[in-house]
């Protein structure tokens, strides 16, 4: 059983993804990560010697230290967060026991270079509609949570990727980008190797909606109406990703959770 301060790597499985998520730090050693370059979902590696730097930056967020067997590293950097106010626990078994339990991990050669606020800078076309939001979900839930999106003129995508260090998506030409008959974000699904079966299931329905195959998935019909809503509500590219996180979680936790499940008005209920 895990002690007060750890935290399992089935918990951490079911937080992964989702708003409530920890904030995960990542502490092993070079020579360690250099052994298996990958790193847990949405965590980023920090120095174990310098943890008390990031308390700033945590604030109040619950955060999970990970090393690499969650012992002394991990554990001591959560002590010391902790004695800074900061709600800290421990990986339990560390990048080894997520590992050998067969959890998703990102290729850390994929993620683009942080900027001085160490966060990734994306960029692309302005006026989003499906996979202009679905990848930025995918990124903030899986990869980088403080990822920043530049929403530029579609003329402007290449130049302001240039100007502002900015990795460019959903644009002609690029990597991040449609590839045949598979979009953006199954392409992102499959080089951050975040290829579960709830995320599969939802880029079906994300390709469905955004190349307008709604045979592909029945939920496709439903996305693409949502956002297109959406599209009309906000004026502002940034608040209408804001608001389309939720629109995304539900459908993530719809494809992991609730898949298999209908639902029927209860007809059979007796009535006085």
């Known amino acids: 059983m895990a002690s007060p301060t750890q935290i399992t790597v089935p918990q951490l ?6 708003p409530d998520a920890p904030i995960l730090v990542d502490v092993r050693i070079d020579e360690d990560f250099e052994d298996d370059p990958r790193l847990v979902p949405c965590s980023f590696r920090h120095p174990f010697r310098d943890i008390a730097s990031l308390v700033p930056r945590l604030g ?7 090393c690499q ?3 002394k590293l991990s554990q001591g950097a959560a002590a010391v967060l902790r004695d800074q106010g900061v709600a800290a626990e421990v990986l339990e078994g560390g990048h080894f026991a997520w590992r050998d339990a067969q959890e998703p991990l990102v290729p850390a050669a994929k993620l683009p270079s942080p900027n001085a606020e160490n966060r990734t800078v994306w960029v692309t076309r302005h006026r989003p509609k ?19 999106f530049l ?8 130049a302001v990727a240039e100007k502002f260090d900015a990795t460019p998506f959903d644009i002609e030409d690029v990597f991040w980008s449609h590839h045949g008959d598979r979009c953006t974000f199954d392409t992102m699904i499959e080089a951050f190797a975040l290829e579960t079966e709830p ?10 909606a955004d190349t307008n195959r709604h045979d592909l998935a029945p939920e496709a019909a439903g996305l693409l109406a949502a956002s297109l809503g959406l599209s009309r509500m906000y004026r502002d590219d940034l608040a209408q990703l804001n ?3 939720g629109l995304y979680d539900a459908f993530y936790r ?4 609730a898949a298999n499940e209908g639902h029927d008005w209860p007809l059979t209920s007796s009535r006085s």
């Not at 499985?13 to 989702?18: A, C, D, E």
């Not at 109040?60 to 990970?66: L, N, Q, W």
């Not at 929403?151 to 402007?156: G, H, L, Q, T």
């Open 130 to 148: 499906i996979d202009r939001i679905a990848c930025p979900w995918l990124i903030r839930r899986f990869v980088d949570r403080h990822a920043q």
């Open 254 to 257: 719809w494809s992991r959770d």
């Open 243 to 245: 608001a389309s996180m």
């Open 69 to 71: 067997k969650g012992r």
């Open 199 to 208: 995320l599969l299931r939802l880029a079906t329905i994300v390709r469905g």
């Open 13 to 18: 499985s079911r937080l992964v993804g989702t």
């Open 60 to 66: 109040t967020a619950r955060v999970a230290v990970i």
């Open 151 to 158: 929403f530029v003129a579609p003329s402007e995508v290449t």
